[in-house]
């Protein structure tokens, strides 16, 4: 008689990029860098698929991101919230949108909760096949990084 395991269901959110399987975690975080909301999916996904998901609801005077997020659809989004969009221009783009960029020093702060989540092992090495299991461990991550 042979067992099998149960076949795991559900979405995975890994997607095959140049460097092989990867998944891409969105975050959106507030003024003082802590996580509010994460958002998965695979790394040959556009960052700009995910913004207007990344900023529903949450209210903010400025919106700072990077060039991955620069769209002349997100940034009119944002102006009809009534928030700044705090977003460099891609090199390709004819006009070049003029930032702030003593506020755009800002978004470091997202670069190291990044890098706070990632000091834990299961973060960085994804040993979850599901997209829920590896969100769970990254908001447990993220609970524990705020609580320190």
């Given at each position: 008689?042979?067992?099998?395991?149960?076949?795991?269901?559900?979405?995975?959110?890994?997607?095959?990029?140049?460097?092989?399987?990867?998944?891409?975690?969105?975050?959106?975080?507030?003024?003082?860098?802590?996580?509010?909301?994460?958002?998965?999916?695979?790394?040959?996904?556009?960052?700009?698929?995910?913004?207007?998901?990344?900023?529903?609801?949450?209210?903010?005077?400025?919106?700072?991101?990077?060039?991955?997020?620069?769209?002349?659809a997100f940034v009119s989004h944002l102006k009809g919230r009534d928030?700044?969009?705090?977003?460099?221009?891609?090199?390709?783009?004819?006009?070049?949108?003029?930032?702030?960029?003593?506020?755009?020093?800002?978004?470091?702060?997202?670069?190291?909760?990044?890098?706070?989540?990632?000091?834990?092992?299961?973060?960085?090495?994804?040993?979850?096949?599901?997209?829920?299991?590896?969100?769970?461990?990254?908001?447990?991550?993220?609970?524990?990084?705020?609580?320190?």
């Amino acid at each position: 008689m042979c067992r099998r395991r149960a076949k795991k269901q559900g979405a995975q959110s890994l997607g095959r990029s140049r460097g092989g399987f990867s998944t891409k975690l969105h975050l959106a975080a507030d003024a003082l860098g802590n996580a509010l909301r994460f958002i998965l999916t695979g790394g040959e996904r556009n960052d700009i698929t995910q913004a207007a998901s990344l900023v529903k609801d949450l209210p903010a005077a400025h919106v700072i991101a990077d060039k991955g997020y620069d769209s002349e659809a997100f940034v009119s989004h944002l102006k009809g919230r009534d928030s700044e969009a705090v977003i460099p221009s891609r090199a390709t783009n004819k006009v070049q949108r003029e930032i702030d960029t003593h506020l755009y020093q800002e978004r470091h702060l997202i670069e190291n909760q990044i890098g706070k989540l990632k000091q834990f092992r299961r973060v960085f090495s994804r040993f979850d096949k599901l997209a829920k299991n590896y969100l769970s461990v990254i908001y447990f991550a993220s609970s524990v990084v705020w609580l320190r």
